[in-house]
């Protein structure tokens, strides 16, 4: 990691974010943001439904299928989430933790790290 600020690398997180799922999910959220905590990166994407799952979230297995299969795409792009994580951070990734709400289309993903990334950016105000 270079010299970012811990805004600077929350952006570049959500940017790297945003690349991916366009890249790999076919379509990217309207919003993202991330934060660092600690040991662990909160992201919070708005807008990643796409219309045709909008229309299948107004049924609850719709919404079921939905959250099912979102996890399965999210969990075979685990390995990639993971070396962006790195990339940035130069902090592995011990877990990963995922939801959506199909009522409104919100997801969030929580990166546990190796250690406290939030430490190197202690002397910023």
């Known amino acids: 990691m270079n010299d970012m600020t ?19 999910m076919g379509r990217g959220p ?8 600690k040991d662990a990166i909160f992201v ?10 909008e229309q299948l979230a107004k049924t609850s297995d719709g919404a079921k ?5 979102r996890v399965q795409l999210l969990e075979s792009g685990m390995a990639l989430f ?8 130069g902090c592995k990734t011990i877990s ?4 959506i709400c199909t009522k409104t289309g919100e997801k969030i993903i929580v990166f546990i790290l190796d ?11």
């Not at 811990?6 to 790999?24: P, R």
């Not at 919070?44 to 799952?53: D, M, N």
């Not at 299928?65 to 299969?69: E, P, Q, Y």
């Open 65 to 69: 299928l939905i959250k099912k299969t």
């Open 44 to 53: 919070r994407l708005k807008g990643v439904l796409t219309p045709a799952e």
């Open 82 to 89: 993971s070396k962006i994580i790195v990339d940035i951070t």
């Open 30 to 37: 309207k919003e993202t943001v991330s934060f660092i905590i």
């Open 115 to 125: 250690r406290n990334l939030e430490s190197r950016f202690k002397n910023e105000k």
């Open 6 to 24: 811990k805004g600077q690398t929350e952006a570049k997180i959500s940017e790297a974010l945003i690349k991916f799922e366009k890249e790999f």
């Open 96 to 99: 990963m933790h995922s939801d």
